[in-house]
């Protein structure tokens, strides 16, 4: 007996998420398994159940913890057994890791670490299931002023404008950018497109003062750097 109950009626995961828990805050996060980090993210919103099967079966279906994350909310609404509380914790999970890398790089006084870019960059838009079009916007010490995302488009293509683009440097007094955009594909290999609307960004901005430092492209299979592949 325990607290007046036998034990058989004590569920069979009693105790496991103390246990969890303390496993995390002791050993940190490398001494858990990917199922085990979302089960912590998903107690608080399903108190009363064994999370194992759940967890398991979420990086069945989506790959990794990332990819879970990142998951769109109708697909996550596919899964048995995850409701909207569920659904929420992940979503504010994402959010915190995007504002998370975001500050990371804002904190920066020079963007001089391309792996700290595409870091960011990774995280924002490398798991997104449309094509995003995003501009950094740095100052002559390469300092960012912005971050911003011009476009959000299809799963293969995302409408970028060059006057526009230059038009939103000149506003912020920008002079120099970096352009970044997604290939939810997940092949980062540049696209005869992703070349001409970057050689047509830079005939725009080279003119007044504007310098196109590079132009990344990142997936889940990967990154292209324009400057490495020496396209521009």
Same mark, same amino acid.
């Given at each position: 007996m325990? +607290?007046? $109950?036998?034990?058989?009626?004590?569920?069979?995961?009693a105790?496991? /998420? %103390?246990?969890? !828990?303390t496993? #995390? @805050?002791?050993?940190?996060?490398?001494?858990?398994a990917d199922y085990?980090?979302?089960?912590?993210?998903?107690?608080?919103?399903?108190?009363?159940?064994?999370?194992?099967?759940?967890?398991?079966?979420?990086?069945?279906?989506?790959?990794s913890?990332?990819?879970?994350?990142?998951a769109?909310a109708p697909?996550?609404?596919?899964?048995?057994g995850?409701?909207?509380?569920?659904?929420?914790e992940?979503?504010?999970?994402?959010?915190?890791a995007?504002?998370?890398?975001?500050?990371?790089l804002?904190?920066?006084?020079?963007?001089?670490?391309?792996? +700290?870019? $595409?870091?960011?960059c990774r995280?924002?838009?490398?798991?997104?299931? /449309? %094509?995003e079009? !995003?501009?950094? #916007? @740095?100052d002559?010490r390469n300092c960012?002023?912005a971050?911003?995302?011009?476009?959000?488009?299809?799963?293969?293509?995302?409408?970028?404008?060059?006057r526009?683009?230059?038009?939103r440097?000149?506003?912020?007094?920008s002079?120099?950018?970096?352009?970044?955009?997604?290939?939810?594909?997940?092949?980062?290999?540049?696209?005869?497109?992703?070349?001409r609307?970057?050689?047509?960004i830079?005939?725009v901005?080279?003119?007044?003062?504007?310098?196109?430092?590079?132009?990344?492209?990142?997936?889940?299979e990967?990154?292209?750097s324009?400057?490495?592949?020496? $396209?521009?």
């Amino acid at each position: 007996m325990r +607290d007046g $109950l036998s034990e058989s009626a004590v569920p069979h995961y009693a105790g496991h /998420r %103390e246990r969890l !828990r303390t496993r #995390f @805050l002791e050993a940190g996060e490398d001494a858990l398994a990917d199922y085990e980090i979302l089960e912590l993210v998903l107690f608080r919103a399903i108190p009363r159940r064994d999370i194992k099967p759940l967890a398991k079966a979420l990086l069945a279906r989506f790959g990794s913890f990332a990819e879970v994350i990142a998951a769109p909310a109708p697909r996550l609404r596919e899964v048995d057994g995850l409701g909207e509380a569920a659904i929420a914790e992940l979503k504010i999970v994402e959010a915190a890791a995007r504002r998370l890398a975001r500050g990371a790089l804002r904190s920066r006084k020079q963007l001089s670490s391309f792996s +700290d870019v $595409l870091d960011y960059c990774r995280t924002t838009m490398a798991l997104a299931e /449309r %094509e995003e079009f !995003r501009i950094l #916007f @740095l100052d002559k010490r390469n300092c960012l002023i912005a971050d911003e995302v011009q476009g959000r488009g299809t799963v293969d293509h995302t409408p970028v404008y060059p006057r526009e683009v230059v038009r939103r440097a000149l506003e912020l007094a920008s002079t120099a950018i970096i352009l970044v955009h997604n290939h939810p594909s997940g092949d980062p290999t540049p696209s005869s497109a992703d070349v001409r609307v970057t050689q047509s960004i830079m005939a725009v901005a080279e003119p007044l003062g504007i310098t196109v430092h590079d132009h990344l492209i990142v997936g889940r299979e990967g990154h292209a750097s324009f400057k490495g592949l020496r $396209l521009i």
